[in-house]
């Protein structure tokens, strides 16, 4: 292997690793990203690859939440790789009266907070997804939410094209 001189070494081709590689080469650092198995071969691969923000901790985690949502959509954009963002909104499903009555303070709570939540009944809720069980008894949702495909995500570092360096396994 031949021996190159970088500015940094990044350790683990999952989704953080390959993020901190593609912005350090967008600042014209040199890094190599070293992955003893193969990219998104931990976690990032085998994740929902939701993008999710209402049921964040409000403060510093929603805040973060946004600037992710964000970031994904610029992402989305700019990647030569297609890692197929979608913001179709997210549901998270009401199955009790318990949870109803919860849900429907969480969501005015969030609102509060500034982010888009709504309380849907089961009727509204089936509407968005069919297939939800006839168990239903609501859902809220967050219209900034989405997904991404986590497969070809952590190959973002490649995105750079011109920037992008290789990977190194071993
Ligand atoms: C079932 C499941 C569902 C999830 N769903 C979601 C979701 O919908 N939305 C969401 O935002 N998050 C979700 N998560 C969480 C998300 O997947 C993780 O937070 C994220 O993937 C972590 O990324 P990472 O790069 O830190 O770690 P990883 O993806 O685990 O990457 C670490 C990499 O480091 C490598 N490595 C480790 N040690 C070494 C070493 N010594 N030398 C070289 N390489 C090494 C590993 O092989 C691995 O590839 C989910 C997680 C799971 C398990």
Redesign the pocket.
């Known amino acids: 292997m031949p021996v190159r001189s970088e500015d940094v070494i990044v350790?683990?081709?999952?989704?953080?690793?390959a993020s901190i590689c593609y912005h350090l080469a967008r600042k014209g650092v040199r890094a190599l990203l070293?992955?003893?198995?193969g990219l998104?071969?931990?976690?990032?691969g085998?994740?929902?690859?939701?993008?999710?923000l209402q049921l964040k901790k409000p403060g510093i985690h929603t805040a973060i939440a946004v600037e992710s949502v964000e970031a994904m959509k610029r992402l989305a954009g700019e990647l030569a790789v297609d890692v197929e963002f979608r913001r179709a909104g997210g549901l998270v499903v009401i199955g009790s009266a318990a949870e109803y009555e919860a849900m429907t303070r969480f969501a005015a709570g969030r609102r509060l907070d500034g982010i888009d939540v709504s309380l849907l009944d089961a009727a509204q809720a089936r509407e968005l997804e069919p297939c939800l069980s006839g168990d239903t008894l609501g859902a809220t949702t967050c219209p900034l939410e989405g997904q991404v495909n986590p497969i070809p995500y952590p190959c973002l570092r490649n995105g750079s094209s011109s920037n992008g360096r290789p990977d190194r396994s071993g």
């Open positions: 350790i683990g081709g999952g989704v953080i690793g070293l992955e003893r198995g998104a071969a931990g976690s990032s085998a994740c929902d690859g939701l993008v999710l």
